[in-house]
């Protein structure tokens, strides 16, 4: 693609997203601006388009994102979390399993090997799940589509249903700055923006997310308070970030391996069940909010489950340190599960 064709993807990329997220916006849809922008650029793309997302979009959106959510994070509010620890931590190794159970019922409706169903419906980052199926043999076209799928669905259908469950406006947390200051907000910005940077050197996943996001809970626990983050901001990083993710879709999903995409959504199915019960358990048994636990176990991604929480009101930080939590323990240990399960397997097919 030239320089100039691509140029004009990219802003049509963005008018198509400004267009989806508006019109969303105008219907009092749940997020608008995340799912507006993506279900306009998945039609387009699917009907043959081309479109490109900004250069650096996923960075900046996801520091923008990680810096707005850091500031919920007041002292009383990380107390009471601290609570909830080890509920996080059973929160990820369950996500492991119903990962794992996902992928043995895509495996077996799909016919594709189990590698390439386990990574595949690990809820964790697609390109990490990409790059530890790829070193295992795996079909990396096939990981990447699954997860496509999974993300559109789940930021969807989530958002949709936990608002027509009632599930809204119960915690309103505030970030410890309410009031938006031009010189407040560069620094925190350019804070945000060397963390990220010195998380990236450090080869540290999802830097710009992960990052940005300590230093903001660092400051506020800390009480210094530089600036809030402008709706105005929050809306641009989510509509980018929704273009990042609409870009993944290609007209070519439709029409290849058909039996493939039908068992991925069975198998995303399953992992949403399995995740919703999950959820309903840790509620019940730790006394957190229903709609907080149920988010925090949701098989999205930090930035949208986090997003989705902020705009319904529901436990920003109980959801996003659960998910933080998760993606930490989904990403560091399901690959050496995976190898020990399969050198497990191999040793008693041998023995047999």
């Known amino acids: 693609m030239t320089k100039d064709r691509r140029g004009l993807a990219i802003a049509a990329g963005l008018a198509v997203c400004l267009a989806g997220g508006s019109l969303c916006a105008w219907l009092g849809t749940p997020l608008p601006w995340m799912i507006g922008p993506l279900v306009a ?39 009471e979390i601290s609570t909830y620890g080890l509920y996080f931590i059973a929160l990820g190794f369950a996500a492991i399993g119903a990962g794992a159970v996902s992928g043995r019922v895509l495996a077996r409706l799909s016919g594709v090997d189990g590698t390439t169903a ?4 690990m809820p964790g980052g697609a390109g990490e799940m990409a790059v530890m199926g790829e070193m ?39 970030p410890i700055a309410r009031t938006f200051e031009p010189g407040g907000f560069a620094v925190l910005i350019a804070v945000a923006l060397a963390v990220a940077l010195l998380a990236q050197r450090l080869k540290i996943r999802n830097a710009f997310m992960i990052g940005p996001l300590f230093a903001a809970i660092a ?18 990083a989510q509509l980018v970030l929704a273009g990042v993710m609409g870009t993944q879709f290609q007209q070519r999903f439709l029409r290849e391996a058909p039996r493939f995409m039908g068992a991925v ?11 919703a019960g999950v959820g309903a358990l840790i509620a019940w048994t730790s006394g957190a909010y229903l709609g907080s636990s149920l988010l925090a176990a949701a098989p999205g991604g930090i930035v949208e489950m986090a997003i989705t929480a902020k705009v319904l009101k529901i436990g920003v930080p109980f959801v996003t340190a659960a998910h933080v939590c998760r993606y930490v323990i989904v990403v560091s240990l399901c690959d050496p599960i995976y190898r020990w399960v399969t050198e497990r397997r191999s040793s008693a097919d041998k023995r047999g």
Request: with cysteine; net charge positive; hydrophobic share 55%.
């Open 41 to 79: 650029m998945a039609i387009c793309q699917f009907s043959g388009a081309r479109l490109e997302s900004l250069p650096f979009a996923r960075e900046g959106g996801q520091l923008v994102i990680g810096v707005a959510l850091g500031l919920y994070f007041t002292p009383p509010v990380v107390r």
């Open 265 to 275: 959504l069975v198998s995303i199915a399953v992992l949403i069940a399995l995740s």
């Open 136 to 174: 295992r043999g795996a079909k990396v076209d096939r990981i990447a589509l699954a997860h496509s799928l999974r993300m559109l669905i789940v930021v969807l259908a989530i958002p949709v249903a936990m608002t027509l469950a009632g599930f809204s406006g119960v915690d309103d947390y505030q």
């Open 219 to 236: 400051l506020t626990i800390a009480g210094v308070t530089l600036s809030s983050v402008p709706p105005l901001a929050s809306n641009a």
């Open 118 to 121: 386990y990574f595949s419906c």
